[in-house]
T-cell receptor
Framework: NAGVTQTPKFRILKIGQSMTLQCTQD?????MYWYRQDPGMGLKLIYY???????DKGEVPNGYNVSRSTTEDFPLRLELAAPSQTSVYFC?????????????FGQGTRLTVV | KQEVTQIPAALSVPEGENLVLNCSFT??????LQWFRQDPGKGLTSLLL?????REQTSGRLNASLDKSSGRSTLYIAASQPGDSATYLC??????????????FGKGTKLSVIP
């Protein structure tokens, strides 16, 4: 059982470049989330999805885009990368409405924009 | 808007001590609360989940309590060990409106257990 898988683990981007962070889960969870974690700042929600075809903004969505064409996949797109997007990105999934089941996290993608 | 606060931000204790980490949240309409552990440069490992209807959960040397009405949770670690050194994060799963659920995190407590 792979859980939540993120790729790549590390990436260096130049200012203005674009990239897609991939996230896949195999638990058939309806809810998926993208967070960024900056040192000492905890995790901030970028975007989330309550099911295939449905996405919504979180606390810090500017500079990012997402799509959810399948239950399994929730890619995060960075357009025109900026140094402020240097961070560690985590993808997570949960059943959402089942309060007895925990959320699962991927291992993170460490992104540096130079 | 849900806000989650963790106190203290950092804690250093000698090995063998019992300790308590605190988490508070502003909106008591939560579905569950989860405690995570994060080692430096690593992902999040789930430690305990407490449902909104529960008062506490135990796993080994860890005990988490929840007082939903006052918006508080505590994580109790018994007989601390150097291997417990990590950052501990609290997260609440709450209804953000229109049937959507968000998982909101505190900033964490960095624990150091000194041998």
């Amino acid at each position: 059982n792979a859980g939540v898988t993120q790729t790549p683990k590390f990436r260096i981007l130049k200012i203005g470049q674009s990239m897609t962070l991939q996230c896949t889960q195999d638990m058939n969870h309806n809810y998926m989330y993208w967070y960024r974690q900056d040192p000492g700042m905890g995790l901030k929600l970028i975007y989330y999805s309550v099911g295939a075809g449905i996405t919504d903004k979180g606390e810090v969505p500017n500079g990012y885009n997402v799509s959810r064409s399948t239950t399994e996949d929730f890619p995060l797109r960075l357009e025109l990368a900026a140094p402020s997007q240097t961070s560690v990105y985590f993808c997570a999934s949960s059943p959402g409405t089942d309060r007895t089941v925990e959320a699962f996290f991927g291992q993170g993608t460490r992104l540096t924009v130079v | 808007k849900q806000e989650v606060t963790q106190i203290p931000a950092a804690l250093s204790v000698p090995e063998g001590e019992n300790l308590v980490l605190n988490c508070s949240f502003t909106d008591s309409a939560i579905y569950n609360l989860q405690w995570f552990r994060q080692d430096p440069g690593k992902g999040l490992t789930s430690l305990l989940l407490i449902q909104s209807s529960q008062r506490e959960q135990t796993s080994g040397r860890l005990n988490a309590s929840l007082d939903k009405s006052s918006g508080r949770s505590t994580l109790y670690i018994a007989a601390s060990q150097p291997g417990d050194s990590a950052t501990y994060l609290c997260a609440v799963n709450w209804n953000s409106g229109a049937g959507s659920y968000q998982l909101t995190f505190g900033k964490g407590t960095k624990l150091s257990v000194i041998p």
